[in-house]
């Protein structure tokens, strides 16, 4: 999938689609390294994005730790090696956009007026990213 792909695919999620970002990184990954994600684990990332606006974990993460547990068994790959990759994610990740935290990551936090779907495109740069990560770390 093409930066362009990304960014089309988000905005496309984003504002025709209305989902969050978890859902979207979900949906996204899915398309890239073309794995049907469950409709349960769509219907489970729809309060993941900072635990419902709460600010906690970001739904970029939460998103990207549930598809690499999808895809890491896809390519069977051992539940240690895993669990290893998502340490390994979320230390890259933490180290490229300097935290973990929704509260952190999104634009200015949280405001009572903040516009609709904000993290387009930190989402974007996240993905681009995340999609390099897997195949850098689960290629088989």
């Avoid at 990304?6 to 209305?18: A, F, L, P």
Wanted: aromatic share 12%; proline share 1%.
């Amino acid at each position: 999938m093409t930066d362009s792909e990304v960014r089309d695919v988000v905005h496309s999620y984003y504002w025709i689609d209305d989902l969050n970002c978890a859902t979207t990184t979900l949906k996204t990954l899915s398309k890239a390294f073309s794995i049907e994600i469950s409709s349960q684990v769509i219907d489970a990332a729809v309060g993941m994005h900072g635990a419902g606006k709460y600010g906690a974990q970001c739904g970029l993460v939460e998103g990207t730790l549930l598809f690499i547990g999808i895809y890491g068994r896809f390519i069977n790959l051992e539940d240690k090696e895993t669990i290893e990759i998502c340490y390994s994610f979320a230390e890259g990740f933490e180290k490229n956009f300097y935290s973990l935290l929704c509260s952190k990551i999104r634009p200015g936090g949280f405001n009572k007026n903040d516009p609709e779907h904000l993290c387009e495109d930190v989402t974007v740069r996240a993905i681009i990213w995340i999609i390099n990560f897997i195949k850098n770390e689960m290629a088989k």
